[in-house]
């Protein structure tokens, strides 16, 4: 099953974005693999919309920096 593109209910702001999924992150859930599975997100999708806004993920803190 191939996972979505498109990120149902959450925004399309990079910046909301960017605070949600960090707080995702912080909250509950491991890594961004993990996110992305639970959420159905495409992970190359997710870092390409916030890397737009130049952040990228940060595996030692497990957030977008």
């Given at each position: 099953m191939r996972k979505q593109t498109v990120f149902n209910e959450l925004?399309?702001?990079?910046v909301l974005l960017l605070s949600v999924i960090n707080t995702k992150l912080r909250d509950y859930?491991?890594?961004?693999?993990a996110l992305c599975d639970d959420l159905q997100i495409d992970r190359e999708?997710?870092?390409e919309k916030?890397?737009?806004i130049d952040?990228?993920?940060e595996e030692k803190r497990n957030q977008f920096v």
């Open positions: 925004p399309n702001d990079p859930y491991a890594d961004l693999d999708l997710l870092t916030l890397g737009s952040y990228e993920y």
